[in-house]
């Protein structure tokens, strides 16, 4: 059968429509955030590791590491009596292990700072920052930036807020 190049042009539409049907269902913005590390487990991370979102949006974190299991953990006291390093409004999340393939998604709604970091990778300086909405924002809660209470190699880990907004996101820098 030989196509028209009208019909081509639909059929690819149609295509394109399936492929992102979830992000125009939801009617929210989906970011995906990998988890991955080297062949040999020597270094961890997250990509982006750094990321400026709109309230509402959801995030996917997809563990795409073949030889290590990750989590996404909020710094909060109920978790691990860890220092608060999110929102004082806003709910803790743990994704518990994830392993190869696996995925957790997370909504977040309240303006301001979130730092993240993988349970058996913070010494790795395995974390993130994702940055809700905008310091004008109504509730915007940046505490997170003065909480302290992590070894010097993770503070350092944690990109810049102002760099984060300013590009959107933040890539970990690939091996060479």
């Not at 030889?67 to 710094?75: E, F, I």
Request: charged fraction near 25%.
């Amino acid at each position: 059968m030989i196509m028209t190049r009208r019909e081509l042009l639909i059929a690819a539409g149609g295509a394109l429509l399936a492929v992102n049907m979830p992000v125009l269902a939801s009617g929210q913005p989906h970011v995906l955030i990998e988890m991955q590390g080297t062949a040999r487990g020597e270094r961890v991370w997250f990509d982006p590791f750094g990321v400026a979102v709109k309230p509402g949006t959801t995030l996917k974190f997809l563990n795409r590491d073949s030889g290590n299991s990750h989590t996404v953990t909020a710094y909060h006291p109920a978790l691990f009596e860890r220092a608060r390093r999110i929102p004082k409004e806003a709910e803790p999340f743990n994704s518990g292990y994830l392993l190869p393939d696996d995925s957790f998604e997370l909504t977040l709604t309240i303006p301001g700072v979130y730092d993240y970091y993988c349970l058996p990778h913070e010494r790795a300086a395995m974390v993130g920052r994702i940055v809700v909405g905008k310091p004008s924002d109504k509730g915007w809660d940046d505490s997170a930036i003065k909480a302290g209470n992590v070894e010097d190699n993770v503070e350092a880990a944690f990109p810049s807020v102002k760099d984060i907004l300013t590009s959107g996101k933040i890539r970990t820098p690939r091996l060479t």
